[in-house]
Structures are given as structure tokens and as C-alpha cells.
């Protein structure tokens, strides 16, 4: 993995050298814009609508608008004056628990290695921080900015979390005090909860609008067509109650789907008594099983 930035992590008088590498990246497609006539790509020019020249690098300098139209010029030696020197240290100032953090605060994720000399240090931290339960509020500069973070254990190592300061988070402005739910519709979306509540499978979920455009890039390579089958529309349900008996009927005609009928089980009964009386393993898969692996799959 590629390395962002290299450091340490201090706690007390711990220090742990370590690397900084991104932790996920997007698999959107990118797409660049071309001149409809002969498919060469587009090139973007800065200019000045004031003097209708083209602008060079070096003749654009920084402004903020602390009025409509009305700006102050920041130049290099202004903002050097105040940026602060790449810090080298990752510091720690809380541990708390995990489930104090709302995930609004979360930015983007990077793995934390230890470089070779620290990975006893490293595995040792990691290891606390498991047993304790506890994840870490910390600090550290990197190109210019100060970035709030939360360092927690993750699998057999470490991950940093950016943080938004709470600042950066907006307002939630919506007020509901006068909105009253009745008792039958809480329980009926309580059961409409329950109903789909199943463990995290990170698997079980794909980005299928991707999938769709990498198809049809792909036929379209080969020079075929591609088209998508529009989803049917879902019925208007005007009525919250009608709307949640709706879901959960939907749902419980799913989980039917998936269950095997009499006649399978009466099989699947059949099969494993046979495989007890001759000695034999009963490693067949069930009916069930077989459904849920082809729902999976689908």
C-alpha cells in the first residue's frame, strides 16, 4: 500500500513509529468529457471574464470574499505565517467508548502499520485497546491542517478515523415535539424492524447501479447494446398504517420464499435418517441452504 505519511504515535512516554496508508477507494466510474465532433478531450481554461484573457498559473493568487464581490488578497508569505509544520506525531489526548462518537463525526479511514522496530509497541496498544474497550480522541497535522481523529483497534492492527470538529457539523434543524406516533403504529414499525434485522454481512450488499454501468461499458467495447430493465414503480400507499402492514406482508412473503415446503423437508428428514442408519455423515445440503445460497448469489 501506498504510504501517506509516516510518524508516531504517542501516548504518556509510549512512542510508536508508524505508516499512514488509505483505507478504502472508490470503484466509481470516471468519465472525461469530450468534443461530441471528433472525441478529443475537452481542456479546461482559466480566465478572466473582466480582462477576457486567459489567466498562467502565476499571475492567480488566493482571496476570500468577506462580502459579496468584496475580497482580501492572501499571499504565500500571509499564509505561511500561520500554517503549521507537518507534525511527525499522532496524539493521543482521551480514550473513551466507541459508541459515545455519533458516525456524523467520521470523515474517511486510513490503516495505521508499525514500522519494524515498533511492532511489539504497536500489537501491545492495540491489544489494550481491546481488552479496555476503548478507542482514542487524537491529534495530528498533516499538509498544513490540524486534523481531529479516532484511533481504534481494527482486526489485528490499528485504523485512524478523521474527524469532523463539531463545528463543521450543521444543524439539525427539524423540530417534530408536536409530531405524535399511536401505539399501534410504533409497534407495527417495531415488527417492520425486527423483521429485517439480521447480523452485518458486508457481502450481502452491492452497488448495484455500478454493476449496471460496468456491463454496459463492457458491451459496449464489444460493440453490443445494453439496456436496463426499468424496476416497477411501487403502488401510492397514502395511508402510514396500510403502508406497514404492506412492508411487513412483503417481507414475511420473502422469508416464505426462502423456507422449505413440506415435501422438501419430508425429504431432507428422509436423507438424514438414511445417512444415521448406514453410518454415513449427512453432509447434503438441506433444501433451505441450497434457496439461501442462490438468494445470496442473486
Known sequence: MHTLWKGSISFGLVNVPIKMHAATESQEFHFNYLHKTCHNRVRYLKTCPHCDIEVKPEEIVKGYEYEKDQYI??????????ERPMSQSIDILNFIDL????PIYFQKSYYL???????????????????????????????????????????????LETMYYPDEIRQFDVNLAKVISTDTEIALARQLIESLAVPFEPDRYRDELREQVKEMIER??????YKVTAAPEPGKVVDLM???????AATEHEKEKLEPSPVEKAETSEKIESAVTEGKEPSTLTPRKR?????KGA
Open 291 to 295: 434457496k439461501t445460497k442462490r438468494a
Open 99 to 102: 459508541k459515545e462518537i455519533d
Open 73 to 82: 488578497i492572501l499571499d504565500e508569505q500571509d499564509l505561511a505565517e500561520i
Open 242 to 248: 396500510e403502508a406497514l402492514r404492506a412492508s411487513l
Open 113 to 159: 502499520s508499525p514500522e519494524e522496530t515498533a511492532q511489539k509497541a504497536y500489537r501491545l496498544l492495540s491489544q489494550a485497546m481491546i481488552e479496555t474497550g476503548k478507542v482514542a480522541i487524537a491529534r495530528f497535522t498533516m499538509r498544513s491542517k490540524q486534523y481531529l481523529a479516532c484511533l481504534r483497534a481494527y482486526e489485528e492492527g490499528l485504523v
Open 220 to 225: 459496449k467495447i464489444a460493440g453490443e447494446t
